[in-house]
Structure formats: structure tokens, C-alpha cells
């Protein structure tokens, strides 16, 4: 992560600890191991099947699963996020937001193949108080939520044979299933959003100087994904390098959503699903790239989260680049008219934290996805599996070949 990232993450962290909603959403727990495991056996009796399914990676800024519960009352599919939290008094302190989902959504992560997993069997003898047999671990993992505990005779027994574990990661359970998955998944990329901004900016550059009037690059990402990071970052790095002339046209893919009154004219009502390649007109955005390469000036729109509709605001004239950012800026309706395309490597799960926590700070919720609970059953629901299944473009072979371009055209500034 970059410097840049961090300084954002710790900006939002903190903006986070101190809104109330999030607030009510703070977990506060401990981990054990017991000192003599087969002292825990007897409550292996009272115990109920578990399959959790981990769409993160321990490196990540959050942590994102999948639970299956098979209790004798039925099975019970749920959705959590965590942030990364901190020790405060001996207690990991983190934000948790846990919502109901479907089976179906359920299956598709579990059945995947792709996502760590772990197998347990757990044991809830108190309110707060759960001991699990995790399989493929000898020894059984205990943890402990809230305060009501701490006045528990039983618990205050319980813990003297028991080792507090709260500061290792060790025993959290995704660490222990990308242990046991045996295989090195979901790992963030090394590259950083300040290093593949810079790499864009060489490639626009060769690409330009093979003497095209417009260039046009595609950034794809998840919400949260840190798309904005990187256009910012492009838009700086040219403007500083070649001068004014030469700042970027920005357009979003989300600039050209028809609007929920369409959308329900045209497939009924409510909508809900804003992630779906309907919802975007890919083909007008292609046309008016197509009208700005022939030097014709089009009109500017944005989305209004307020009303759901597309609002109009001015006329712009065509510049030497464009970018194009978006869920659908690798969308085929572009490829005759767009030069490059790069996908933020952000991994899923800092992705749909980033979003979440976003929904409260910039209060960017519609009337479908009003609350955080809301917001991540959306995405691991609907827009994730959308998104995962696109068809994505071709890697950037040709301007790889091209990059030394780049390099002889500072070179010929300087002469000048």
C-alpha cells in the first residue's frame, strides 16, 4: 500500500471511529486456546455444523466471508465484513457489519472453489460465549463477545485454563483457512494505485505520440476499488508535464445510467439491481467517444444519487485524452474506440469495505441501499458476482511494445 493509500485509509478510519453509525456496528471480543484441549470436549454435544467461505486475504485492509449455519432450527446464510480494528485494554475493538443472505449467493462463493475454507463445529454455552472445533486444528478456538461475560462465573472459570490469544492472528479464521487451503489466493497485487497510475501515464503517452488526435484509456474497478485515486493521479501527471492543454476529459460509465424511470418503464418495478450492464448506455458513451475523436463536442451528464436519474450540465469540446472510468469501461460496446484499459488490482474484500464504509461518510445511499446491512448483502448478492463475470479486454500487448515511445518523447521536449 501505498503512502498516499495509507494516509487515506487512516482518514477514513478515523472518520469512521467517530460517526455513530458505525459506532453500533463495533465488535469487541477475545480469543482463547485452552491450556488442556479435551477438557472442552464436553461441549462438543450441544454443537452445530459451520462452513465459512473467505472472499479476503489476511493481508487485506478487511476481512470478508460467507457463513453457512446448520442449526436444528435450520440453516442460516449470513454475510460479515471486519476492518482490520485494534487491541484496546486487552480486547480487539473493529467495526462488524453482518447481514442475512441468500443460499444462492451463499453457493455461489462456496461452490466456487477459488475461496478458502473452514469447517467447524461450535458450541454457544452462553450469550457471548462460543468454543470452536475447527477442522483440521487439534486444539479448540474460544472467544468471547461483549461485557456480560466478564460478570460470568462459568466464564471466569472457563478462563482459567485458557490462554488469551487476542493479540496473534493466529487463531483468527481466515488466517487458519488460507492455512489449510494450502495455496496462496487473493493476495493483493504489489503494484500500488500511485505505481499503475504512473504506468498508465507512460502508456497514454507512447500511445500519443504514434500520432493519434485522441486517446482513450478504460479504468475498471469494483466500487471502492480506489478508481478516483488513480484518475486523480493521471490527471495531476499530465497536467504537470505537458501544461494545462492537456488535461484529461474524465467520463464515467455511471454518467450514462438511463435512470431509474427507464429502467422501470422498460423492466418493471422497483430496480434494484445498479450493477447490471442494462443499466448503462455503453453504446451512447462509445458514440459520443466516437463524435470527440472527429472533433464534435458533446454534453456532459452525471448521475444524481437523489433523484436516480441522469442530470445534463454543459457542452465539452474534444482534448488529446480521455479517460473513461467506470464498472463498464472494458465494456465491448468501447473496444473500437478505446486505445487502453487497466483494472484497479484492488482486492474484493477492501473493495466492498471501502464502498460500505463510504455509504455512511459520503451518504451516497438510494432508496434501495439505505444502510450498510443493505449495501453489502447488495454486493455480495448482486454486484460482486456481475462484475466477477464480465467479459474483461485484452491485456495491453501493444502498448507494452510501445512504452519506449514514451521515453524518446520527454527526450524531444527537452530540446525544445
Known sequence: MSLVEKELTQKNVEQARNNPEFQKRREREQKMMAVSPDLLDVFKADSVPIEQVYLSHPDEEFSLRVRAKYSPEGTTYMATLKDGGEIVDGVLDRLEVEEEISQEAYEYYANNGLYPHVRKLRSEPLPGLSIDFIEGMDTPVVEFEGSDLETSSFATLLKTGLVDMTDSTELHNEVIAHRLHQGEVLKPSAETLESLSMRMFKDMVATYTLGYKQVVVGVSGMSGSGKTTVVHDLEKALIETFGEEFRPLVLSSDDYHRGKKWLESEYGAPWTNWDDPRVYNTAELADDLKKLSEGEPIM???????????????????????????????????????????EVPTGIATSVGRDVRRLILENRANGS?????????YQLETALPTYLEQDRPRANAFSRSSRPLAERAFMLAKLR
Open 300 to 342: 456532459r451528464k452525471h448521475f444524481d444519487f437523489g433523484t436516480e436519474e441522469v442530470v445534463y450540465d454543459e457542452i465539452i469540446d474534444p482534448r488529446p485524452f480521455v479517460i473513461v472510468e467506470g464498472l463498464f469501461a472494458g465494456s465491448p460496446d468501447l473496444q473500437p474506440v478505446r486505445h487502453l484499459h487497466y
Open 369 to 377: 441501499i439505505g444502510s450498510p446491512e443493505a449495501r453489502l448483502k
